[in-house]
């Protein structure tokens, strides 16, 4: 009884390592159904991704970004959950940051 417990217990937590890092491709497909780009453009102009490319951004760390995505998130009601957010986080780092 205790094998099957301690292989349950080991599959939980694996699977929730995984869903953790993101996956970039469904983060990409979130940030343009929410039009993101849209409020990055009223906010610097352009096409919006100066901001995430600019020599004064906020976002220096992996923690940063994983806060300022959650911060646009709240402020746009999205509605998505933490495991969300970690998808736009992924794509945001793939795509633009490369925090490891």
Not at 11 to 36: F, Y
Request: a positive charge; aromatic letters at 8%.
């Amino acid at each position: 009884m205790q094998v099957k417990t301690v292989v349950l217990m080991a599959g939980v937590l694996l699977s929730g390592a995984a869903l953790a890092g993101g996956d970039p491709a469904t983060g990409e497909k979130m940030v343009k159904e929410h039009a993101c780009a849209g409020c990055h453009q009223r906010l610097i102009g352009g096409d919006g991704s100066a901001l995430y490319t600019r020599s004064d951004r906020k976002v220096t760390s992996k923690e940063k970004l994983t806060a300022q995505v959650s911060f646009c998130s709240t402020q746009l009601k999205t509605g998505w959950f933490p495991e969300d957010e970690e998808h736009v986080v992924a794509w945001l780092n793939h795509r633009y940051y490369h925090f490891k």
